[in-house]
């Protein structure tokens, strides 16, 4: 693994749990994410052509510079600086889904929601509710594991200012798409930390082949909605969406959201799946 400020891991250098390998594909363009989504043999191929896309100038261009300039408490600390790709249990029965990973958190560590305050809460609550093997997630290859819980995120690149331009957001779209579609015939409950993430994975949810209700609920913590499951799953009781406020900095220093509330959705989720 390289030790200099590099932009980026290459893919199969060594970084522990690193899908993607020298041979991964890599999309280059809107075009190319839909084709290579579409064509992935599998989930874990499927992550590791996450994980290595490059469709995005403006993200390619930030997380680069960020992985080089790094923060000044982790200045020592070799930087991911690829896109995050979905990671947890390959047949859920909770799918956990967020906006984006953190320019020092996921980008840095190589696992969404991991390396920062935001992380420390959600996987501090995880654990509780019995959904994580440990209390905390530090970075790849750390023992965390989830159980019976996959996270994603609508798009696999840290943003500046933390905002994906509409534009990204549906350049981004078929990976998560198609990973919901792959993972569909496990999920019971879909939770969406934060309202950027409940209108991104709504497309989503459409693509994978759910039916949903029109018009759009809104957002709110503890909101519910019930989706058809998609045609090609056995099973047909529906799929619960649940609305969870992000565990951001802001909103648990305000106590906007506090431990308690986060457990009370993980409980709901837990207990539906």
Known sequence: MPTANAPFVPPGSGWPEDPASPSTPVAHGAGEVVELAAKAP???ELCARQSVCRACDRLVEWRERIAVQRRRAFADEEYWGRPIAGWGDPRPRILI??????????NRTGRIFTGDRSGDWL??????????AQE?????????RLIGARMAATVRCAPPDNKPTPLERTTCLPWLA??????????????????????GVWPALRQAGYGLPRPRPPFGHGAEVLLEPP??????????MLGCYHPSQQNTFTGRVTAG?????FVRARDYA
Not at 231 to 240: A, H, K
Not at 261 to 265: E, Y
Request: glycine share 14%; net charge negative; proline share 4%.
């Open 42 to 44: 599998g989930l874990d």
């Open 97 to 106: 889904v967020g906006l984006a990973p953190a320019a020092h958190g996921g």
């Open 123 to 132: 996987f501090a609550s995880l654990y509780r509710v019995g959904l994580a």
């Open 136 to 144: 905390t997630s530090v970075r790849a290859g750390d023992g965390q």
């Open 178 to 199: 198609r990973e919901v579609e792959d993972v569909a015939a496990s999920v019971r409950c879909v939770v969406c930390l934060g309202g950027f993430a409940w209108q």
């Open 231 to 240: 045609p090609s799953v056995e099973r047909r009781d529906p799929v619960l």
């Open 261 to 265: 509330m986060l457990d009370d959705v």
